[in-house]
Nanobody
Framework: QVQLVESGGDSVQDGGSLRLSCGISGYTGSTYCMSWFRQAPGKQREGVATIDSDGSTSYADSVKDRFTISQDNAKRILYLQLNSLKLEDTAMYYC?????????????????????????RGQGTQVTVSS
C-alpha cells in the first residue's frame, strides 16, 4: 500500500520560509513524476512544482525562484523549500506521485498519456502566511 504523509506546514509571516516534507512508503516504481500542489479555500487546485524520476524539475510561474523541490531517494522523502513567502501562498499543500512508464511535467504539473497510470497523494499540510 502506497502512503504519502506531508509535514512541515505552519503559520509564518510574509517573507518567511518553510520546508515541507513528504514521507513516501510502499512505492516501488522506477519511473514517476512527483509533485507538490496546493489548494486554497474557494480556489482551484494549483500545481506548484514537479520532479521526475530523472531529476528534472518544473515550477509554476507564481513560485519560480522562490520554491525548490527536491528528493532524498535513500530516505524516500520529497521536499519543498518555500522562501520569500507571500500572503497568496496560503493554502493546503499536498504531495503526489504519478506512476507511469512515460511521464511529462511542465509548469508544476505532472501528466502522462499511458493507459496504465496511477496517482497517489497525501492528506496535506497547511501553510498560512500572514502580514
Amino acid at each position: 500500500q502506497v502512503q504519502l504523509v506531508e509535514s512541515g506546514g505552519d503559520s509564518v509571516q510574509d517573507g518567511g520560509s518553510l520546508r515541507l516534507s513528504c514521507g513516501i512508503s510502499g512505492y516501488t516504481g522506477s519511473t514517476y513524476c512527483m509533485s507538490w500542489f496546493r489548494q486554497a479555500p474557494g480556489k482551484q487546485r494549483e500545481g506548484v512544482a514537479t520532479i521526475d524520476s530523472d531529476g528534472s524539475t518544473s515550477y509554476a510561474d507564481s513560485v519560480k525562484d522562490r520554491f525548490t523541490i527536491s528528493q532524498d531517494n535513500a530516505k524516500r522523502i520529497l521536499y519543498l523549500q518555500l522562501n520569500s513567502l507571500k500572503l497568496e501562498d496560503t493554502a493546503m499543500y499536498y504531495c503526489a506521485i504519478l506512476s507511469a512508464v512515460r511521464t511529462y511535467s511542465t509548469d508544476g504539473y505532472c501528466s502522462s498519456t499511458d493507459t496504465e497510470r496511477r496517482i497517489y497523494r497525501g492528506q496535506g499540510t497547511q501553510v498560512t502566511v500572514s502580514s
